[in-house]
């Protein structure tokens, strides 16, 4: 990884293209800079594993909702309960 280039806000907001590509090419990490002194990294991440194809993701989501319909009322947990 090469180091951290900091730029501005204006030069972030009309080269964004150009930016997310040399991350993803070369892995550059960019510092962008605000006028009012807040800073944001434009970083690369890495994927772990292939891209999951869209159908696949279709099938699972199928299966949730199918799975979640046939269980009865009373065995359902409330996901919606805050901590």
């Known amino acids: 990884m090469n180091e951290i280039q ?4 204006a030069e ?3 080269n964004l293209g ?3 590509t040399m991350c993803e090419r070369n892995r550059t990490v960019f510092r962008i800079k605000r006028p009012d002194g807040a800073t944001a990294l434009l970083c690369p991440v890495l994927q772990s594993g292939p891209p999951v194809d869209q159908e696949v993701l279709n099938q699972v989501q199928e299966f949730r909702d199918s ?3 046939s269980t009865p009322e009373e065995v359902k947990v409330d996901v919606t309960e805050e901590t």
């Open 12 to 14: 972030a907001t009309s």
């Open 67 to 69: 799975y979640l319909n």
């Open 18 to 20: 150009f930016l997310l």
């Open 6 to 9: 900091d730029i501005t806000e």
